[in-house]
């Protein structure tokens, strides 16, 4: 079956499109790409929703702090600059009533990894998506390799790959260089996250158990 995603994470590594997505998630209007981002692919919706959860801890969790470098760069409307406001004050305040002012996923973005796993078990036990858990036990090596680095807390199968890709973002965003065996891991885990954040928007859409 032909994956078709707006963008694959293998190409989301390469160059090209890795700079759009810089230009598209990273300094366009941060609210308003969430949603969309939500309904058409679920993996970049979580990626980006860690990204802003990292740019509120840049900035202190300080809605004035958050005014005047992130929502004050855009020409707004005074009605779309009370809704980002709002937006923004919301997620600083479950950030706080959460305790992951420091580290750590607000619950609304664990829901989405709790959502994608429940999935990822269906699918591997559905015998309609064989090529799913194909793809996945090509990838497993690599999540085997990378919870060893973990220490003693290790993160689950699907929160290991997403802090991969995650990672390997914030790395490109900083200029750094990434070495070829960690590109092709990193290759093999959106292969496997593009084909899953697939899935999901089927079933999304009810499609994906249809017979």
């Known amino acids: 079956m032909k994956i078709l995603c707006r963008f694959s994470f293998i190409n989301l590594l390469n160059s090209e499109i890795f700079d759009y997505l810089c230009h598209v998630i990273f300094r366009k209007r941060i609210m308003y790409i969430a949603s969309t981002k939500r309904k058409e692919n679920i993996a970049e919706y979580l990626l980006y929703m860690w990204q802003i959860e990292d740019l509120i801890r840049a900035n202190g969790l300080d809605i004035d702090n958050v005014k005047s470098n992130i929502i004050d760069k855009y020409q707004l409307s005074p009605e779309q600059r009370n809704e980002m406001v709002g937006w923004y004050d919301s997620l600083i305040d479950m950030m706080r009533r959460e305790g992951v002012e420091k580290s750590g996923h607000i619950q609304l973005n664990k829901n989405v990894l709790i959502q994608l796993n429940d ?13 799913y858990g194909a793809e996945f036990y090509r990838t497993l090596p690599f999540i085997v390799e ?13 929160e290991t790959c997403f802090t991969a890709l995650y990672g390997t973002l914030m790395m490109k965003l900083k200029g750094k260089n990434i070495s070829p065996d960690t590109q092709n891991a990193l290759t093999q885990i959106s292969r496997f ?3 899953l954040a697939h899935y999901y928007k089927l079933d999304q859409d009810d499609k994906l158990w249809d017979n």
């Open 146 to 158: 990378l919870r060893a680095k973990q220490g003693d807390e290790k993160l689950g199968e699907l």
């Open 193 to 195: 996250v593009a084909m």
């Open 119 to 131: 999935l990822h078990h269906e699918l591997l036990k559905s015998p309609k998506y064989p090529q």
